[in-house]
Nanobody
Framework: QVDLVESGGGSVQAGGSLKLSCVAS????????MGWFRQAPGQEREGVAS????????DYNPSLDGRFSISQDNAGNVVYLLMNTLKPEDSGIYFC??????????????????WGQGTQVTVSS
């Protein structure tokens, strides 16, 4: 069993930055790949970024134009998502995810076994 707990969401004006955190616990062997997804009202869940914890390899949704950065702590138990130059269209619920296998490029939700509860991000114009 893997548990994921996100934090760091909130409200910010366009052009600002936010940093999300996801604390993972449970079987480390079940979560070598971790990532972030987001979902806006009425839209499908969209992959944002993923990271291979043992090797640090990162994948991003190219639509983000390099504005977001995924990273991890030294122990591989916390994954961060730094979001810069935020736009109103970045608003939504951001979910932390974990998987036993690669999530794809860009990450796809059908490859995810574990989800966090989500954290709301609201970007105002």
């Amino acid at each position: 069993q893997v548990d994921l707990v996100e934090s760091g969401g909130g409200s910010v004006q366009a052009g600002g930055s936010l940093k999300l955190s996801c604390v993972a616990s449970g079987n480390r062997g079940s979560r070598p790949y971790m990532g972030w997804f987001r979902q806006a009202p009425g839209q499908e869940r969209e992959g944002v970024a993923s990271i291979y914890i043992p090797g640090g390899i990162k994948d991003y949704n190219p639509s983000l134009d390099g504005r977001f950065s995924i990273s991890q702590d030294n122990a591989g138990n916390v994954v961060y998502l730094l979001m810069n130059t935020l736009k109103p269209e970045d608003s939504g619920i951001y979910f932390c995810a974990a998987s036993r296998s690669a999530m794809g490029q860009p990450p796809t939700s059908d490859r995810v076994q574990y989800w966090g509860q989500g954290t709301q991000v609201t970007v105002s114009s």
